[in-house]
């Protein structure tokens, strides 16, 4: 254990997990499954988009000038709908084009009125413009996007927005990094799955559904295994098992100083360990390195820690290896409406509510904060950043990582 970085900061963890990225290679898939994919290469538009000038309104197309000093009578020329193939015949003086929504603007026209602001006579043949035109109405070819400029990026996780944007840009496929398969294995001889009957000094096990949920979130498919009992044997079964059939390993439990902590142990004697313990509270304990050439986490067993854990090292790793992007980690500046145990020596994540009616956010706590407490966290909307040093005090200003 000597040469294994141990009790590492915060960013010294980060660093130790840049330089053992996952490989996740290209595939191209079609874009109805393309939702919360995320990209592996930059996305260029086919197309301008509007790929022509036309309309925003339903209404009358016109020149701007024959509906200055309004009302004004013009002849209705023509009838535009979106999608027709004939070419609008040109816009003369005094003359209007009824056109929809989407439709190409006549040459000549310079300027939209909607259709609630026209009185049409009865027979069809005049329109009155009971406003001028608006020439804001006109939506320019190419003003949201031009033919070649990429709008999207390699990293970029597909929202529903951007799944569209795709398809605007002319798409019907696109290149995304293919999904991790991950591990998830809880320890510990106290676990046994809910629903079952409990000894006295059993549990139920949460840790793993949980981590599932975190896993899919991120982006990525998880292979839930039954939980492993604090054997060697055991472990060491489990483990290899999950490195034949998946990129990533993460294990809940068993990664702190106790004699029952097994990872630990089978991780310091057959694995290869890149850093263990992390000046982070909760969750101090996590270890990663290899399980015979697969990255695992050993994760804390306790709930609320696990949970930690996993957004501030497993999912900034997972985006790490997928070109600095995936699912975004949004933070906020709070005030504490009260005052909080920080440290000196450790990032403190506490969990939290925040009041959003005030003018500034702010942050109070979701009550107990053992690392134990799950219920503490589905309560919290963020967890605190304190830094190292953080004083804590109720009136001082905090980062939140927004859950
Ligand atoms: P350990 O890290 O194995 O010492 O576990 C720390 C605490 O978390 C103990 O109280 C365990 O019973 C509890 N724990 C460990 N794994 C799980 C799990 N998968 N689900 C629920 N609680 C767990
Ligand atoms: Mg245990």
Known sequence: MSETPYFVSYSEA????????????????????????ILSTDLASKVDDPRFDNSAMDGFAFRYKDSVKPPNRLQISQVIQ????????????????????????????DAILPIEQCEVTDDGSTVLLLQE????????QGENLRKGHAALHRGDVLTPSSVGL?????????????????????????LRPPGQTLSDTEIYESNSFGITGLVKWAGHDAQRYDS???????????????????????????????DWDLVRRLMEEEGDIKFWRVKIRPGSPP???????????????????????????????????????????????????????????????????????????????????????????????????FEPGHSGEKGTWCDALLL
């Not at 040109?90 to 040459?107: K, L, V």
């Not at 840009?169 to 696109?174: A, C, D, F, K, S």
């Not at 009992?229 to 079964?237: G, P, T, V």
């Open 14 to 37: 980060l660093e130790i997990l840049t330089t053992h990225p996952l490989s996740l290679p290209t595939e191209h898939i079609r874009l109805d499954q393309a939702f919360n994919r």
């Open 166 to 190: 795709c398809a605007t840009m002319g798409h019907p496929e696109v290149p995304v990094f293919t999904k991790a398969k991950i591990a998830i294995i809880s320890t510990g001889d106290e």
């Open 287 to 385: 270890l990663f390195g290899y399980w015979k050439g697969t990255p695992l986490f050993g994760l804390p067993g306790n709930p609320a820690s696990s949970h930690v854990v996993f957004r501030m090292l497993v999912a900034p790793y997972l985006r790490h290896s997928t070109g600095g992007g995936g699912v975004h980690e949004r933070r906020v500046r709070v005030c504490l409406a009260e005052s909080f145990k920080t440290d000196d020596n450790f990032l403190i994540m506490r969990r939290i509510k925040i009041d959003t009616s005030a003018e500034k956010l702010l942050a109070y706590s979701t009550g107990y904060q053992g690392s134990g407490n799950l219920n503490s966290l589905v309560l919290a909307d963020a967890l605190t950043l």
């Open 82 to 109: 979106a999608g027709f193939n004939d070419k609008p015949f040109p816009i003369e003086e005094n003359q209007a084009a009824r056109i929809m929504t989407g439709a190409p603007i006549p040459h000549g026209a």
């Open 133 to 140: 035109g608006k020439k804001h109405f006109i939506r320019k």
């Open 228 to 258: 492993v009992l604090d054997s060697m044997e055991a472990l060491r079964q489990k483990l290899d098992q999950a490195a034949e059939e998946c990129d990533l390993i993460l294990t809940s439990g068993g990664v702190s100083m106790g």
